[in-house]
Each structure stands twice: as structure tokens, then as C-alpha cells.
């Protein structure tokens, strides 16, 4: 990739913007969507967690998934569904010996912390 001089900066923008417009038309046509207020049925729900219906149904069952009820049809929030999968998220090894100090820093050895003595 070359430099960019800054005459040459606005076209190399303007062409930046193009091409972002060109990716957000190919996914709008094939029905992916940069909203997270969108509102899914039960099979694009099922496709967005990569879960059978069973056992999405089964998951709405026991509470584990909120969803709305629209008559006798379920719908589910993406931004809600988008939440479940980050708490499935795994803790990176940094993350863990980082929690790990800050448990051993305020949780002394004997379960309490000592209390100042006054004078």
C-alpha cells in the first residue's frame, strides 16, 4: 500500500465511503442487518444462535431466553439474544490471573479483614 499524500486524502475518503455503501447494499440484500433493535422470529432466531427449534423452545421454557409472545408466536430481541451468547463468552487466561489477584488482595487469608486498632 502507498502513502498518502494529503492532497491526496479526500478521494482516498470519498472512495472509503463508497466501498462501506457497496458492503452495507450486498448485506441488506442478503438479509443481514447493522440494527440491533431488530425484532426476530423463531427461525432467525434459531439461525443467530445456532440452535435447533427444539431447542430453542426448550430454552424459552425454562427462562434461559426472554422472549416476547405475539398470540401463539414467539419473537425474540436480537440485542437480548446478542447478550446470552456474550456471557457464554471464555476468560482469557490474562483475565482470570488478573481476577485471581484482585481476589487475594481483598480477601485475606482467615475470611476477614483485619480492623484498624485505635488508640
Known sequence: M???TFEQLPEAISELISAVKRIEALLSKKGFSLEEDEILNIEQACMFMNLSKSAMYK?????????????????FEKKALNEILLNYRIKSNDQIEQEAINYVANNPIGGHKRKALRF
Open 59 to 75: 430454552k424459552t421454557s425454562s427462562g434461559e431466553i426472554p422472549f416476547l409472545k405475539y398470540g401463539k408466536y414467539l419473537r
Open 2 to 4: 502507498e502513502k498518502l
